[in-house]
């Protein structure tokens, strides 16, 4: 049986409102797939046995497990992740399909990224002089467009990447960024990883840094 996977199964949680007040929690009448008449008020959840509705207070006082103990895996940023993490403190897994697609244009089309690169460090460099040239500017600023409509078509004709719009993330990157503690494609990546693996993010340069990271780059380049 599938369910001997599972120490608890929860069904129709109706999130988000499992991560607030949630809805009545029943057993499940595994020889009818119904819903007992009647709520659940055993303090244990069993194993074996398939719940649904009740909310995340409940699910945590029944389990004994609370805050950071839990691993959340959800595919939904706001749903899933977002309410988890900002009214539970879970630790978050999002699943995000469309990462593989992203990850092929990311490394494939690094010239398109390069040269984006290169036009907005231009328009910077520009737009920094006392007196600056408005039509090479303009120029410059049209043709960062059309580049980046060229690496938005590469990702999706109709919206472009899920991730960035030219340099800057999108609203949906900031929440994961914000909210993911981790993100992947699928969940069978944690395949190639133990129990005991610990993930570590990269150092994130505040804007500051990476200016300062960037000018010492360049100095060294050209010693």
Request: charged fraction near 25%.
């Amino acid at each position: 049986k599938w369910q001997e996977y599972f120490d608890v199964v929860v069904v129709k949680a109706c999130k988000p409102a499992f991560f607030q007040q949630g809805t009545p929690l029943r057993l499940i009448n595994q020889q009818t797939g119904a819903a007992n008449i009647g709520l659940y008020r055993n303090p244990t959840m069993v194993k074996g046995e398939i719940y649904s509705g009740g909310n995340c207070d409940q699910f945590c006082q029944m389990t004994g497990a609370e805050g950071p103990d839990i691993l959340y895996f959800g595919d939904h940023i706001y749903g899933d992740v977002v309410r988890s993490k900002k009214t539970n403190g879970w630790k978050t897994f999002l699943i995000v399909p469309e990462l593989k697609h992203e990850l092929d244009v990311w490394t494939s089309e690094h010239k398109l990224f390069e040269e984006h690169h290169n036009l907005e460090k231009r328009l910077g460099e520009l737009q920094a002089q006392s007196c600056p040239d408005n039509t090479m500017i303009r120029k410059l600023d049209k043709e960062r467009k059309l580049v980046v409509d060229q690496i938005d078509a590469k990702y999706n004709p109709y919206f472009g990447s899920m991730f960035r719009k030219g340099g800057r993330l999108s609203s949906f990157a900031n929440q994961m960024d914000r909210y993911a503690d981790v993100y992947s494609s699928s969940m069978n990546n944690l395949l190639n990883y133990s129990l005991k693996h610990q993930f570590w993010s990269p150092p994130k340069l505040l804007p500051h840094e990476a200016t300062v990271a960037q000018d010492h780059q360049d100095s060294v380049d050209g010693q």
